[in-house]
């Protein structure tokens, strides 16, 4: 049986000053769109690749 995959071990490092600005852009498009932000619209957003950004979409969803 394989071993399982963990988040942690398949997504990047996302560091805290990024994850701090994520939270806030996540916040801010919740408050005006009324939905979830995707990690694609992280992406866009913060300009970092879409690993880092699925990296911080999901740190910010667990």
Known sequence: ???????SATLPAVPEALLIAARRIAE??????????TPGQLK????VTLP?????H?????
């Open 28 to 37: 801010t498009h919740q408050a005006e769109q009324g939905e979830h932000i």
């Open 1 to 7: 049986m394989p071993a399982k995959r963990t988040v």
């Open 44 to 47: 866009a957003r913060l300009g």
């Open 52 to 56: 880092l950004a699925t990296a911080a």
């Open 58 to 62: 999901a740190q910010l969803s667990a």
